[in-house]
T-cell receptor
Framework: EDQVTQSPEALRLQEGESSSLNCSYTVSGLRGLFWYRQDPGKGPEFLFTLYSAGEEKEKERLKATLTKKESFLHITAPKPEDSATYLCAVLDSGNTGKLIFGQGTTLQVKP | DTEVTQTPKHLVMGMTNKKSLKCEQHMGHRAMYWYKQKAKKPPELMFVYSYEKLSINESVPSRFSPECPNSSLLNLHLHALQPEDSALYLC???????????FGDGTRLSIL
């Protein structure tokens, strides 16, 4: 069964304190792993797509990496505006285009 | 600002009402999706349209009826909803099934 697990569930950081969010996945033949950011009352905002192990993508203070079993979202020197829920998702193994989401990590960055 | 536009942003309706949610994208995407999201939960897929044809229905109750009039528009018709249907309804689109999905900001639906 396709499954995505994110940890931790919640993370509180001081401004400037770097950390990583984890996304572990079980899917038969990864066809894409996606990271999204969601602010309260808004839709998920697309951040990154990763397709193969060893791939890395970077955007401002965020860097996403991928192995055969998990992905990490590294946040370097976060700012309060980085506070949000970060969602990880994989395409299902049935080739339907369906996204399997993790439960998300809610990040709070305090000034 | 997102490139997927949803209207209305908020909707309050009684259990006997009929209403529609609308979604529009002008990115030339050929796949469009409806999701339901409850508080503090990830989005749950409801329907997928590919090239204007319904390709996935995730066993959604018939009181939700999707429609894709053309490649840019997606509607969700609502009838005789239950209080547990109160949620954020999200629309998304993608170039193809394996490309990133881009979401609108949703319609916040409350059923009285």
């Amino acid at each position: 069964e396709d499954q995505v697990t994110q940890s931790p569930e919640a993370l509180r950081l001081q401004e400037g304190e770097s950390s990583s969010l984890n996304c572990s996945y079980t899917v038969s033949g990864l066809r894409g792993l996606f990271w999204y950011r969601q602010d309260p009352g808004k839709g998920p905002e697309f951040l990154f797509t990763l397709y193969s192990a060893g791939e890395e993508k970077e955007k401002e203070r965020l860097k996403a990496t991928l192995t055969k079993k998990e992905s990490f979202l590294h946040i370097t020197a976060p700012k309060p505006e980085d506070s949000a829920t970060y969602l990880c998702a994989v395409l299902d193994s049935g080739n339907t285009g369906k996204l399997i989401f993790g439960q998300g990590t809610t990040l709070q960055v305090k000034p | 600002d997102t490139e997927v536009t949803q209207t209305p942003k908020h909707l309050v309706m009684g259990m006997t009402n009929k209403k529609s949610l609308k979604c529009e994208q002008h990115m030339g995407h050929r796949a469009m999706y409806w999701y339901k999201q409850k508080a503090k939960k990830p989005p749950e897929l409801m329907f997928v349209y590919s090239y204007e044809k319904l390709s996935i229905n995730e066993s959604v109750p018939s009181r939700f009826s999707p429609e894709c009039p053309n490649s840019s528009l997606l509607n969700l018709h609502l009838h005789a909803l239950q209080p547990e249907d109160s949620a954020l309804y999200l629309c998304a689109s993608s170039q193809q099934g394996h490309q990133p999905q881009h979401f609108g900001d949703g319609t916040r639906l409350s059923i009285l």
